[in-house]
């Protein structure tokens, strides 16, 4: 069964720094997508960036960007020059490409606070 | 586009009781999945629903079913509620492996 770990519960940064947020994963699959979501206190979940396992090149969206570790089955975000409104939960979530689904597994999250 | 809609936002309910909850997909999306987010976890995945049929289910018990209607819209549905119940019920559409997440309705049992 597919894991998602994430051991940060809690990052704070300053405004306009840069933070990383780590996430690891368990799979025998070869083929997968993964993903980070931000979950604000308006509860609603937002897809931040995308990964598909079978690219090695890392994704990019604007101030945010993973560093994607296929051996290591790591997949951390960064996100640069923080603003305040990044605010939130942050998940990764895991998505297999096999079994005709789109279920996604998720981590138990890191809440961010960006500080003035 | 009006995203992905969740109704109602929030209910309460005392133990034993049955509720519903509603969701209609973005447009366009043909697959509606939910996920029962307990407080300070991860959402948990609890079914999925494509062409109007339970595609695959998590590890929930059968007091929870669903329904997909012909116009994507779904509802899920929790008999015999349980103090444990109480949570962020959470639905998301998608077409092709991305998903697009409702408000969520948020329920506590009493």
């Known amino acids: 069964a597919q894991t998602v770990t994430q051991s940060q519960p809690e990052m704070s940064v300053q405004e306009a720094e840069t933070v990383t947020l780590s996430c690891t994963y368990d799979t025998s699959e070869n083929n997968y997508y993964l993903f980070w979501y931000k979950q604000p206190p308006s509860r609603q979940m937002i897809l931040v960036i995308r990964q598909e396992a079978y690219k090695q090149q890392n994704a990019t969206e604007n101030r945010f960007s993973v560093n994607f570790q296929k051996a290591a089955k790591s997949f951390s975000l960064k996100i640069s020059d923080s603003q305040l409104g990044d605010t939130a939960m942050y998940f990764c979530?895991?998505?297999?490409?096999?079994?005709?689904?789109?279920?996604?597994?998720f981590g138990t999250g890191t809440r961010l606070q960006v500080f003035p | 586009d009006a995203g992905v809609t969740q109704s109602p936002t929030h209910l309460i309910k005392t133990r034993g009781q049955q509720v519903t909850l509603r969701c209609s997909p973005k447009?366009?999306?043909?697959?509606v999945s939910w996920y029962q987010q307990a407080l300070g976890q991860g959402p948990q995945f609890i079914f999925q629903y494509y062409e109007e049929e339970e595609r695959q289910r998590g590890n929930f018990p059968d007091r929870f079913s669903g329904h997909q209607f012909p116009n994507y819209s779904s509802e899920l549905n929790v008999n015999a509620l349980l103090l444990g119940d109480s949570a962020l019920y959470l639905c998301a559409s998608s077409f092709f492996n991305e998903q697009f997440f409702g408000p969520g309705t948020r329920l506590t049992v009493l």
């Open positions: 447009s366009g999306h043909d697959t």
């Open positions: 979530a895991f998505m297999t490409s096999l079994h005709n689904t789109d279920k996604l597994i």
